[in-house]
């Protein structure tokens, strides 16, 4: 087991990693001395596999439990979930002191805390991540959204958890596409941000690949460290976060355009890394990063292919991101461990990595 602190000022929390958490839930949060209720936010699927297991870990500390099952994947982040969540929690009165436990995916936790940013004004929560994608980026750092039918993420809050357990157990039962997908944020933390961990995943990833519960649990653990560092210093998505952001922005892109290809979140972004390895070289920065880029996510499994949109339209998605304003911004590599944010990436030079890793004009 491992701890890492989330050293935010003011709501520092820990985040708990390693195999056969769930059961010993109480011993890994703070206690609640004013809560009566824990609400258990989940999907069906995740709620058949846990939720007896965690009801009985919060009865034993003293709580009572109540079930509140939201939809699957990304429909959880919908107005109407956060509306029926809204007043089912009314109608079972429940009061400021009480928590919400988000046990599922990002979706379920991205939903239920924004729920708990906003029931009256705010009740605790604690983070139950059960995918690779939320155990090391999802669940840490307190932002909550749901989606509007413009866009995704649209309305949220900055507003982090009390706790968050992350046990590795739980990853078996992921589906193994899933599971890449999460692979793809480990490289961006790997290959931005810790070149230790980067040296780990080179030396072997079988046992990664193979989710064995020992190299799980540290690898999480230094996603979590790296993200935890971060966010402390940036909580608001200022400055120094937008690095979490590595082949996100192409990735994004890629994402919205999925009518080329259908890609996961994962798969868009380990393209997105490609790319800003791409990109870095023709700069003259990171010599080499390309080609370790694609080695590394080939040995995890993610061998970016499938057909890369026209040109034009990937430039036409770039200038709508949210995150767009007065040019896009890139986060590229100066080498690995080394990240910068470069705003005055011209159009061509976009267009020239794009045509040359195959896109057409
Ligand atoms: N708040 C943030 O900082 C942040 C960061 C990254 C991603 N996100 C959000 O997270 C969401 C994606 O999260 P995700 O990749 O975890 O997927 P997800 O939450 O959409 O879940 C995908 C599927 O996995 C199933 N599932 C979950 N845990 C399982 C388990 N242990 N075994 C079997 N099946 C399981 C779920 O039932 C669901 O059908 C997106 O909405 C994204 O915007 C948020
Ligand atoms: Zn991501």
Redesign the pocket.
Known sequence: MVRVTVPVPGRSYDVTIGAGLLPTLGDHVPSLPGATTAFVVS????AD??HRTIAGAIEGRGLGTVLLLVP???E??SLQAYGSLLRQLAGREAHRDDVIFAL???????LA?FVASTYMRGIPFIQI??????QV?????????V?LPEG??LV?TFSQPIAVVADVD??????ER?FR??LA?VAKYALALDEDLLATLERDPGPIVRRTATVLEDVIARCVAAKAGIVAEDERDASTRLV?NYGHTLGHALERLDAFGGR???EAVALGMVFAAALAEARGLASGLRARTERLLASLGLVPDGELPPVDEVLRCLRLDKKYRDGVRWILLEDVGRPIVVDDVSDTEVAAVLLEMGASA
């Open positions: 999907d069906r699927t995740v596999l846990h699957e994947g990304e959880a982040k599922g995916g990002g979706a379920v936790g991205d805390g991540p059960t995918t690779l994608t939320s980026d999802a669940a840490i750092g307190g932002k909550t959204a989606n995704k993420n949220g739980v990853l078996a039962t992921v589906n899933d997908s999460g944020e979490l996961t979140h994962g």
